[in-house]
């Protein structure tokens, strides 16, 4: 059995996630979606507070599960402190329009360039990044009631959860990755990607693609998890009907 893990950027809510989670349980598979939360009174390193976070919603998974990390935007360099933190083998990791961890960076040191890091720095306020208003996403997320419910879970968040070093643990990573790129301000990272051998697929969108088209993101990172699954006991054959990536170019 297999378990997604979907894993939203500390910059957001677990909504992100949500159409997609629902339509891997319409095709049987278990999901979880942990809540990353960022109070004013956490006290860093705050990765340790999302990883941690993470490892308590994966508890309930039953141990002969194949864990599935997923890992959307500001989530993607969290997936090392995660496998490290929830201490439990996993099957896969899948980048969704996220930078690729490297030991000792930031996410702003990921950013493409230093001027994109500057901007995001200036945009703080008293230390606080800003949340977005729903006039600020009507081109990123269509879908009014979407986006109305996803502004409803943002909350001021500590600039300095950007500039934390990130680990990036010895051995890792220790299972097969995948890139799943959605927006062209990921082309670096996908790039990096396809260097690496990881298998590719870019499914033209915005950043927040998976609440535009749930279905697709859902067939997608089941077909990532095929092919970068190859050597594990999952049988997928029961699967493949349900599992189209028509809409998808495939990068590998």
């Known amino acids: 059995m297999v378990t997604f893990v979907l894993i939203h950027s500390p910059l957001v809510g677990p909504l992100t996630w949500m159409p997609v989670a629902d339509e891997l349980r319409q095709m049987d598979f278990a999901v979880v979606v942990p809540v990353l939360r960022t109070g004013m009174d956490t006290n860093p390193p705050y990765w340790k507070h999302h990883a941690g976070a993470v490892a308590r919603g994966v508890e309930p998974v039953s141990p002969d599960h194949f864990l599935i990390l997923v890992g959307h935007s500001g989530a993607g360099v969290l997936l090392p402190a995660v496998r490290h933190t929830i201490d439990r083998p996993v099957a896969a990791y899948i980048f969704v329009d996220a930078d690729i961890p490297r030991d000792g960076a930031s996410r702003l040191d990921l950013f493409g360039t230093p001027e994109e890091a500057a901007q995001f720095r200036q945009a703080a306020t008293g230390?606080?990044?800003?949340?977005?208003?729903?006039?600020?996403?009507?081109?990123?997320?269509?879908?009014?009631?979407?986006?109305?419910?996803?502004?409803?879970?943002?909350?001021?968040?500590?600039?300095?959860?950007?500039?934390?070093?990130?680990p990036v643990f010895a051995g890792w990573p220790d299972a097969p990755c995948g890139y799943l790129q959605f927006s062209p301000t990921y082309e670096a990272p996908a790039a990096h990607a396809r260097q690496k051998g990881w298998p590719c697929i870019e499914l033209d969108g915005g950043h927040f693609h998976m609440l535009a088209e749930p279905p697709a993101v859902a067939n997608a990172l089941i077909d990532l998890v095929q092919r970068t699954n190859m050597n594990h006991s999952i049988n997928w054959a029961s699967l493949d009907a349900g599992c189209t990536t028509s809409t998808s170019r495939l990068c590998l």
């Open 127 to 166: 230390g606080l990044l800003p949340a977005w208003s729903e006039e600020d996403l009507r081109g990123a997320i269509e879908n009014a009631e979407l986006r109305r419910r996803f502004v409803a879970e943002l909350r001021l968040l500590p600039l300095a959860v950007y500039e934390e070093p990130l």
